[in-house]
């Protein structure tokens, strides 16, 4: 059986960022499946708003789907120049001026950018309602995060949301008492590295996330007064494309090489949630976003596992098998994770 989607992509300047991202977004299956269906239906359902923006936003999810296609016809070498040019057309217009040229940039800001175009493109107006009765604390807190939900994409839905994003919520506390709960739409978590201990693996950065924080001088809206509290943020959910990045750079521009165990098969994160259906919360790496070299260059790779289950190291035009295992990784920056269900 011939294996497909191993496409390099040539770098153009210094874009191997982009190059590493889009190599893992290629092998995103939820993400392809979608642009797939019914012979690539989703354009009938592009931005209904006619604002130029949103009008670009579209253009770029197309434009990435003719890649898409281009790099799973056969395996070869090809350029992106026309898909690079689409990214600096749409940043320029949105005053993202860092991806307008060719300049090296953090990839999990360019993620960002580029997964919200392509939300924008596809954001349309929904019918969503609320059902069911509340009988307990979890339901109470259900009924705050789908309100948020569709206060806040009931006019701006799209197939994305369902694909990359998740809620968690952010609570504060004091001496056991909950002051305050708000429900937040997240897509990347940022997790910090456990440097005190020996070894790193993914759930303790988790469990460093989501450690409380004390905050000064919080001001409670319901008594006027300043106090002292803790901020904790939980998850009522996670997505189910679960991208993470690992902070390795510090803001005084240091580099963090301390190795972490990345946990191929079953990451389970069903003890961090706060919402339904906990056990559907298991997870498979399936893309990683490289980065070697220091803060103010280097160079970005990606090591994807394949449709076969084979791990293949995506170099810009460079494409090579690969033994992966995940542990005593020092280059993993980016992480792309996926449910098991």
Known sequence: MEKKGLTGLGNLGNTCFINSCMQVLSHTTLLNNFLNKDDGNYKQKLS????????????????????????????????????????????????KDI????????????????????????RREVDMKIKGKIKNDKDKLAIKCFEMMKQMYSSEYSELLDIFYGIHVSVIEKDGKELSIKPEPYFIIDLPLDLEKP?????????????????????????????????????????????????RFTFDGKKIQKPVNLELDNLDL?????????????????GVCNHSGGVLGGHYTAT???????????????VS?????????????????????
């Open 48 to 95: 209904a708003y006619h604002d130029k923006q949103y009008l670009l936003d579209s253009k770029l999810l197309v434009e990435w789907d003719n890649l898409r296609k281009l790099m799973w016809e056969e395996n070869r070498t090809i350029s992106p120049g026309g898909y690079l040019k689409a990214i600096q057309y749409v940043a320029k217009n949105k005053k």
């Open 99 to 122: 991806f307008t040229g060719y300049a090296q940039n953090d990839l999990p800001e360019f993620l960002l950018f580029i997964i919200d175009a392509f939300h924008n493109g596809m």
């Open 199 to 247: 070894t790193i693996n993914i759930k303790d950065c988790f469990d460093k996330y989501c450690k409380p924080e004390l905050i000064e001088d919080w001001k409670n809206e319901e008594t006027g007064e300043n106090e002292h509290v803790n901020r904790v943020i939980k998850f009522w959910s996670l997505p189910n494309i679960l991208v993470i990045d690992l902070k």
């Open 270 to 286: 069903r003890e961090y949630i706060e919402g339904y259906n906990k056990d559907s919360f298991i997870y498979e790496l399936y």
């Open 304 to 318: 994807v596992k394949i449709e076969c289950g084979e791990w293949y190291l995506f170099n810009d035009t460079n």
């Open 321 to 341: 098998p690969i033994k992966f295992t995940g542990e005593n990784n020092t280059s993993g920056y980016c992480l792309f994770y996926r449910k098991k269900n």
